[in-house]
């Protein structure tokens, strides 16, 4: 089993910036890798990044390339989602997941483990 838990979500104005946490305990999770996804109302959830815990490698979708980065602690099982230059349409309700799978780490359904999420309201 591991257990995530979010936090740092929050409101912030169009063009801010927010820091997401997930704190990950459970099992040893070097041979895992970390996802953000977000989830907005009336919409399906998405891939926002990703990162290798070993290596470090990290992968985002197109819609934050620039603007956020993903990161990791390997002291504090911390993965962090920097987000700069917030915009309205990133609002949404951001989920921390973990994933053995190596490959197509942007599809939800290869994730084994979700945290419980946390809410991010930019407002314009």
């Known amino acids: 089993q591991v257990q995530l838990v979010e936090s740092g979500g929050g409101l912030v104005q169009a063009g801010g910036s927010l820091r997401l946490s997930c704190a990950a305990s459970g099992r040893t999770l070097t041979s895992y890798r970390m996802g953000w996804f977000r989830q907005a109302p009336g919409k399906e959830r998405e891939f926002v990044a990703a990162i290798s815990w070993s290596v470090g490698s990290t992968y985002y979708a197109d819609s934050v390339k620039g603007r956020f980065a993903i990161s990791r602690d390997n002291a504090k099982n911390t993965v962090y989602l920097q987000m700069n230059s917030l915009k309205p349409e990133d609002t949404a309700v951001y989920y921390c997941?973990?994933?053995?799978?190596?490959?197509?780490?942007?599809?939800?359904?290869?994730?084994?483990?979700w945290g419980q999420g946390t809410q991010v309201t930019v407002s314009s």
């Open positions: 997941a973990s994933t053995k799978a190596r490959s197509r780490l942007y599809l939800s359904e290869n994730y084994d483990y």
